[in-house]
Each structure stands twice: as structure tokens, then as C-alpha cells.
């Protein structure tokens, strides 16, 4: 089985309830790497499919730090002008937060609950 292991910062997260399908919550992870002196920022897309989709929807936000792992799988397509593209998508096995906002409740964080969450889904 090949597996993945990412570390970043989300974009964009967006949960899809297509009728008679599976939900699925597409992330865009930041992730960074240096090459000598420069820094640069690649963008995976995240999906996380199922249960597991809703109850993690709410506590993913721009700006959150999470580590997943996952299937890669890449992707060829056309853009709406015509060039091929490609991008990386992981099928999230495992998410864990990294960081999380506080909430009104100082004795759990957003990430805690969350952890939560999953666990139970």
C-alpha cells in the first residue's frame, strides 16, 4: 500500500452532500519546502469521505494545522483555458490537529474536540 504524510496549514475547506452519495469535505493543504535560500508553498488537495466528512467539517478552518495521511493519487486534467494540468489528491486515512483556535470551554480546545469527534466516527 503506498501512504502519504502531510504537514500544513488549510486554505480551503468545503464539506459536498451529493444525494445518494458518500459526503465527502475537500481540503486544500499548504504545505512548504525550502530549495537553498527560497521557500515555496504546494497545494494538496485533502478529501475525507463519509462520517467522518460531517463531523470534521466544524472544526476545519483557514489557517488550521493538520497532519494527514492518506492515499495519494494524482490527477490529470484540463483547465478552463485548455492547458493539462495535474494535481496531488490524498484520501485522508488519518487526520490529526496540529493546532487549534480556543473555544469558550478553556479545559478543551477546538482540536481536542475534534480528536473527539473522530474518534467516534
Known amino acids: 500500500m503506498l501512504e502519504i504524510k502531510l504537514t500544513g496549514n488549510v486554505g480551503k475547506s468545503r464539506l459536498v452532500k451529493a444525494v445518494g452519495k458518500s459526503p465527502v469535505l475537500n481540503i486544500s493543504l499548504a504545505t512548504n519546502r525550502k530549495m537553498g535560500d527560497r521557500e515555496f508553498t504546494d497545494w494538496t488537495s485533502v478529501k475525507v469521505w463519509g462520517e467522518r466528512a460531517e463531523k470534521l467539517a466544524k472544526y476545519v478552518a ?57 474518534a467516534n466516527a
Open 62 to 118: 483557514k489557517g488550521t494545522k493538520l497532519l494527514v495521511t492518506g492515499r495519494p493519487e494524482a490527477k490529470a486534467y484540463k483547465a478552463a483555458d485548455g492547458t493539462a494540468k495535474a494535481e496531488l489528491v490524498v484520501h485522508a486515512a488519518e487526520i490529526e490537529f496540529i493546532s487549534g483556535k480556543a473555544n469558550s470551554d478553556p479545559e478543551q480546545s477546538d482540536a481536542e474536540e475534534a480528536e473527539l469527534a473522530l
